[in-house]
C-alpha cells in the first residue's frame, strides 16, 4: 500500500482510566488496510482495553479511534465530538467483527443459527441469503459438515472456529482477537491460528491480541508491544522480536519464548 494513503484504523491519544488505574496512557496507532497488528505485552499492559476501545465496547476518556474516516462512537462538527445514538455506534460497530477468547455461542442454537442470527437481524439479510453464507464460512473455518451440530458438541477449537466465522458473516472491514486461543487446550491452538493465518493471507486487516509469538512472527506486518499503557515498542516482527530495543520488551519476550 503506498505510503501516503490514509491508513483504515487511527487511533489518537488514546486514554483510559478505571477508577484510579491508568490501563490507556496517550496510545497512537496506525493500521493500513490489509495488514496484521500484534500487540504483545505482560497482562494489564492495556491491550484487551485498547481493542475494546477500537470496537467502542469502551468509551475512551479522551482521543479517538477512527475507522474508514469515521470517528468511532462519535459525529464530529467543527471541533466538537457529539456521542453518537445507540443505534448509530451498532451501524459502526457493524464493520468491525471481534473474536473474544470466550466463544460465546448460544448454546440453543445450531452453527448455523448462531451465524446466520446477526446478519439477518442487524445487517437485514434475507435469511436465505444469510444462510448459504453461513454454509461458505462453515466450509471455510473446516467444519462445512457440522451446521446442524450445536455449540456442546464442539470440542474449544472448533467453537472458537465458528466464532471466527460468526464475526466474518457480517462482512466486517476490520476483524479484532482478543487473545483467541487462550481458553483453549494446547492441542487445539494451532488448528484456530491456521484459520487466522488464511485470513491474513487472503488480505484480512486484523488487530490481533496474543502470546503466540511464533504465530505473530509468520503473520504480522506490525507488532506493538504496550507496557503500563503506552507503546513502547513497535515494528517489523524481525525487528520487534529478535532484537527488541527497550528493556522491558526483551525481559518480557525473554519470559515467553
Known sequence: M?????????????RKSFGGNVVLDGVDLDVREGEVTVLLGPSGSGKSTLLRCVNHLETPDAGFVEIGGDIVGYHQNGARLHALRSRAVTRQRAQVGMVFQ?????????LLENITEA??????????????????????????????SYPRQLSGGQQQRVAIARALAMEPRLLLFDEPTSALDPELVGEVLAVIQDLALGGMTMIVVTHEIGFARKVADTVVFLDGGRIIESGPPADVLTDPRHERARSFLAAVL
Not at 2 to 14: D, H, I, S, Y
Request: proline residues 8%; without cysteine.
Open 2 to 14: 503506498a505510503g501516503g494513503e490514509r491508513p483504515l484504523v487511527r487511533v489518537r491519544g488514546l
Open 119 to 148: 446478519p439477518v437481524a442487524v445487517r437485514r439479510l434475507p435469511r436465505k441469503q444469510a444462510a448459504a453464507r453461513a454454509r461458505e464460512l462453515l466450509e471455510r473455518v473446516g467444519l462445512g459438515s457440522r451446521e446442524d
Open 102 to 110: 470466550q466463544f460465546n455461542l448460544f448454546p440453543h442454537m445450531t
